[in-house]
Each structure stands twice: as C-alpha cells, then as structure tokens.
C-alpha cells in the first residue's frame, strides 16, 4: 500500500547481480509505484533496456540526451527525472558508481540524475570483496552515509568471481522492505516508538524441553511493517518467529513469558503505543529441571504449573500512572465466546482496542498467512473485518491506531 502512486527512480549499474533487479522493478511496480530506470552504459552489457521497460510499462533512460516521452521533450531529462522522484535507489551498485556518487562526477545520465535528486537514496552494492574492503570504497560509502545516504548490504556469499565473501547484493524482498521504510519515514507515526510483542514463548521443563505454542510471529512481524511503514521507531519483543524480523526493526529476543514481562516493562517508558500480539504462555513449570528428565526414572511425569505474569495487564496498570503508553491494543484468541472474552479484556486490561481471532477458524489465527478478525473498541460497537492478509489486518490495524493516538492526545490537550 506505501508504494501505491509512488514515483521510484531506480538506477541500474554494470553487475551481474542485475538480474535480481529486474525482479526488484517488477515488485515495485506490481505494489503499484511508477517506476523509472536509468541506465549505465555498462548495465547494458548485462540486460537490455527493454527488458526493464517490459516489467515497468515505462520508458528506460541510459543516453543523457534521450528526451523524455509524452512529448514533454522542452525539458531536460536528467532534471525531470531526479525532481519527481520520491527515491532513489541504485542497485546493484559498484565500486566506481559509488566512487563518482561520492564525489559528485556527472559524467553519464545517471550521475547527473544523482546530483539533482533530493529524494532519499537508497543503494543495494554488489561488488567482489576484496573491493567492498578497499579502504577507498569505504572512505566513499562513508562519504555517502554522512550525507543521510541508507545502504542495504552488501551480505555475504557466492560472488561472481566464483570466490565468497560480502561482496552479494541483498535479495530484492530486502530492498524491497528498505524502499518501504524510507518511503514511509515521514509518516502520521514519524517520531513514535511502537512496541509490539510477536511469536509464542517457551517455558522449560528441562533443559531441553518447554511447553510451547503455535505461533509464529507473522501477525507481530505484519505489525512492525506495518508501524515501520509509518514512520515509527519500532521495538519488537519477540520469542521464536518463523519468519525474519523486518528490515529496520530493532529486535529484543524474550524467550519466556517472564523474559517478555521484563522487556517490555524496561521499554514502557518510552513508548508510545504498545501492541501485544504474542500469544505469551499463561502457565509455567514451577521447578524446571536442572537435568534432562529421564524416563527411565519413572513410568509418569507430573509437571507442576504456576501462573506466568500478565504483560498487558501490568501495561494497563502501569499507563495510569505513567501516562504511557498513550495507546495500548491486545489480541485475543479464542475457540468460543470470541466477542464476549475479547470485551472482558479490553475492559480489565485496560485497553484501548482488542483485535480479537476466533481460532478455531481453519483461515484465522496461528501460522496461516490470513485472519478474520473482529475490532473491539471502548464505547463503539464490535466491528467485524472480512477475511484479509495478515499484512492488510496489520496496516487496518496501524491506521486506527494512529486514530487512537490523535483521540487520546486531542484529549489531553483540551
Ligand atoms: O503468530 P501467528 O502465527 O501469526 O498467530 C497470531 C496470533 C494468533 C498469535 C495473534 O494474532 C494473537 O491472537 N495473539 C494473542 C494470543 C493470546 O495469547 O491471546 P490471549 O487471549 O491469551 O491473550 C490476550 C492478550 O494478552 C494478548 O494480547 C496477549 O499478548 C496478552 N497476554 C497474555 C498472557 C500473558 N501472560 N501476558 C499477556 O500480555
């Protein structure tokens, strides 16, 4: 959804890591940004230029004396170009593309762009490794990075020289997520910690053994895209996720329900808006063992269960005196009585707004990429959302938040 209307300059240079560039030209342009590619020269070598104008619909620039389609040839390509772009990426980019970015050359098309453009540039390297190393190349990212520049990769990996090393351009889903956050960066939530909770907890019985859940963290991962998408600085507390932490995201891992309490109360403070979408354990063995429990020992095992702590009723407990979090917003995840258990919630946890999953739903809940969902809010009727992505029930989500947010300080400043 950031990317719809969007206008991305997406500047091409000489690597064989181009070949990921037109996948990356491609998914800019399905989410629906105008994508615009300069080439250089050398990146003709390697692709043609139609083959990015087939993914992006558009016309492709490599000469600086190319006049600029739909007859708007009065004005100079290079000044258009750079003026209407909302960012600048460069992938891949070498050595010498990053050398002459650096010291302002404008000696083809797409260094006279870079030189006009006050988009944010974000640049994907891809370079052998032992050139990424040269203290030159470093001296010029450097240069770059003191000029507010955002740099993705490069990782490390199989080069093109057959040798490994870092030196490979990111895959283009991570370019993706950067151009998403830079995009985003001024958004309603610019300024804003948004602390979510995502993934299961594992509380030990041994020391190789715990009592889990199924989740995975793809709704809480959602989520931080979705707050990142905004502009808000986001801290997600996390236990084991089955998916990557996004790009941009500041990661604290918590294993336990009582690690979970203890980082998310650290943060509270500093929060602005706290989501807690992890499914926390509410129960855990009083004594884990300090040795693996062998079942020769015995023909049961009795496990003894004491309460976890709960994190959003502390949260809830805490805001009023703190005045933090402005807002707070838990999940719920029930088999029955969905909407009645989800209310209870809001009301003891003191929560501005439940989003309640009936789970029992084989398209809803853990693991499954989609929820159905059902928004609870103070004084407003429950409010039932058709089936959707979890990245749409995350941006559906993160929209009224930054409703929430406004409510709650407009009140406080009348
Ligand atoms: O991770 P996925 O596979 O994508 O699945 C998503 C999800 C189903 C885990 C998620 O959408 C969800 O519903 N999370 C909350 C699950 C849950 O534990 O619900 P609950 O009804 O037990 O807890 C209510 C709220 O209190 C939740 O916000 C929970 O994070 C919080 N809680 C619960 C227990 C506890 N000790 N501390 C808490 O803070």
Partial sequence: MILEGKRILLGVTGG??????????????????????VMTEA???FVAPMTFQAVTQRAVYVDPWQPIPDGEHARIAHVHLARSADLFIIAPATANTIARLAHGLADDLLSSIALSCAAPWLIAPAMESHMWASPATQANVAILRDRGVT???????HLASGAKGVGRMVEPEEIMEAARALLGRNGPLA?????????GTREPIDPVRYIGNRSSGKMGVALAQAARDLGADVVL???????????????????TAQAMYEATM????????????????????????ADKVKKEEAQELVIRLVRTPDILAEVGRRRRELGRPRVVVGFAAETRDLIAYAQEKLHAKNLDMVVANDISAPDAGFAVDTNRVTIL???REPEPWPLLSKDEVAERVM???????????????G
């Avoid at 740099?151 to 990996?157: D, E, Q, R, T």
């Avoid at 929209?399 to 400043?413: A, I, K, N, P, S």
């Fill in 16 to 37: 064989i890591a181009i070949y990921k560039v037109v996948h990356l030209a491609s998914r800019l342009t399905q989410g629906g940004a105008q994508v615009d590619v």
């Fill in 43 to 45: 990146a003709t070598r």
């Fill in 151 to 157: 740099f993705v990769g490069p990782v490390a990996g």
């Fill in 191 to 199: 300024g804003r910690r948004v602390v979510i909770t995502a993934g």
């Fill in 237 to 255: 507390i996390h236990g084991p996720l089955q998916v990557p932490v996004p790009w941009g995201v500041e990661a604290r891992y918590a294993e």
């Fill in 266 to 289: 650290a943060i509270l403070p500093e929060t602005d808006v706290l989501i807690g979408a992890a499914a926390v354990a509410d129960f855990r063995p009083a004594e884990p063992a």
């Fill in 377 to 379: 809010r103070r004084e």
């Fill in 399 to 413: 929209q009224e938040v930054v409703v929430l947010l406004r409510q709650t300080e407009g009140m406080d400043d």
